[in-house]
């Protein structure tokens, strides 16, 4: 029902910057609630950054707070999460999911993309 496409991942050096994209097509109207996750080698997969449909909520994990930025386009059916100041310790797949609420739980959305991959070095 809906499809999400990430993209913009890649090796970027500590202190850098990289913004992700994902595009969604489908019925996106019944779920307008757009979030990123994340899961790093050996770890379990966890909440990064949600938006509202009309961007008026944003909410982050403690860990990306002040350095990442979650947006949306909807007009391109497109939300963005723009990383800045990256660390190792952001090394992970991004995934985007869409769902019907803001919320930090990942069983709660309905929709996964496939990822992306982001590496980021010391």
């Given amino acids: 029902q809906v499809q999400l496409v990430e993209s913009g ?8 910057s990289l913004r ?3 595009a969604a097509s489908g019925r996106t109207f019944s779920t307008p609630a757009m979030g990123w996750f994340r899961q790093g080698p050996g770890k379990e997969r966890e909440f990064v950054a949600g938006i509202s ?16 930025t979650i947006s949306r386009d909807n007009a391109k059916n497109t939300v963005y999460l723009q990383m800045n100041s990256l660390k190792p310790e952001d090394t992970a797949v991004y ?11 990942s069983t709660a959305y309905d ?8 590496a980021v070095s010391s």
């Avoid at 991942?9 to 850098?16: F, H, I, S, T």
């Avoid at 449909?53 to 990442?68: E, H, M, N, P, Q």
């Avoid at 929709?111 to 982001?118: A, D, F, K, L, S």
Wanted: net charge positive; hydrophobic share 35%; aromatic share 14%.
């Fill in 95 to 105: 995934y985007c999911a869409a769902g019907r609420r803001v919320v930090i739980t």
């Fill in 9 to 16: 991942g890649g090796l970027v050096q500590a202190g850098g």
């Fill in 53 to 68: 449909w009309t961007g008026s909520l944003t909410i982050y994990a403690d860990s990306v707070k002040g350095r990442f």
């Fill in 20 to 22: 992700l994209s994902c």
């Fill in 111 to 118: 929709y996964w993309g496939q990822g992306t991959q982001v």
